[in-house]
T-cell receptor, first 114, second 113 residues
Framework: AQSVTQLDSHVSVSEGTPVLLRCNYSSSYSPSLFWYVQHPNKGLQLLLKYTSAATLVKGINGFEAEFKKSETSFHLTKPSAHMSDAAEYFCVVSDQGGSYIPTFGRGTSLIVHP | ETGVTQTPRHLVMGMTNKKSLKCEQHLGHNAMYWYKQSAKKPLELMFVYNFKEQTENNSVPSRFSPECPNSSHLFLHLHTLQPEDSALYLC????????????FGNGTRLTVT
């Protein structure tokens, strides 16, 4: 069975400092992994995805994530936070065991201070 | 513009009302989903349709009734709801492919009074 754990429910950073949102997954197969962002009163938007190609994946708005199989991790990073990055972030896994239906993490709220 | 349109954006209903939420996608996807998002709770998958056939029903109470007349439209019919059903209801679509990301609408904010 597939599962995903977002290690922090809240992350607080200052504008201009690096962002790290942590995600660990569990999968019996070769997983596909995704990060989504949700701004207030909006739907979720895809930031980036890993589908067994390059392990370092670049997404929109300067975010990137690295797939580390040995650590079963897929952490999301950004070199310099912007106020507009304040949102909820979801790590998502899907694999053949769960058919195509993805499993969502509980979300991490990113707070950006001026 | 997300490619997935949900209406209405906001809905207030009493516990004895009947209402419907609508979702429409023109992305050519063959799978559609309803999710419930409540404050302080994880995203909950409610229903999944693939090529108009329901493939998932996550023990959702019968006061929620989905309908998928074709691969582009999805409805959620609501009746005799409870205040704890107040939440953001999100519709999504995708290809039936584990590499295919979900495309979400902006949701319907439902308040049950």
């Amino acid at each position: 069975a597939q599962s995903v754990t977002q290690l922090d429910s809240h992350v607080s950073v200052s504008e201009g400092t690096p962002v790290l949102l942590r995600c660990n997954y569990s999968s019996s197969y070769s997983p596909s992994l995704f990060w989504y962002v949700q701004h207030p009163n909006k739907g979720l938007q895809l930031l980036l995805k890993y589908t067994s190609a390059a392990t370092l994946v670049k997404g929109i708005n300067g975010f990137e994530a690295e797939f580390k199989k040995s650590e079963t991790s897929f952490h999301l990073t950004k070199p310099s936070a912007h106020m507009s990055d304040a949102a909820e972030y979801f790590c998502v896994v899907s694999d053949q065991g769960g058919s195509y239906i993805p499993t969502f993490g509980r979300g991490t709220s990113l707070i950006v201070h001026p | 513009e997300t490619g997935v349109t949900q209406t209405p954006r906001h809905l207030v209903m009493g516990m004895t009302n009947k209402k419907s939420l609508k979702c429409e996608q023109h992305l050519g996807h063959n799978a559609m989903y309803w999710y419930k998002q409540s404050a302080k709770k994880p995203l909950e998958l409610m229903f999944v349709y693939n090529f108009k056939e329901q493939t998932e029903n996550n023990s959702v109470p019968s006061r929620f009734s989905p309908e998928c007349p074709n691969s582009s439209h999805l409805f959620l019919h609501l009746h005799t709801l409870q205040p704890e059903d107040s939440a953001l209801y999100l519709c999504a679509s995708s290809q039936e492919d584990l590499n295919s990301p979900l495309h979400f609408g902006n949701g319907t904010r439902l308040t049950v009074t």
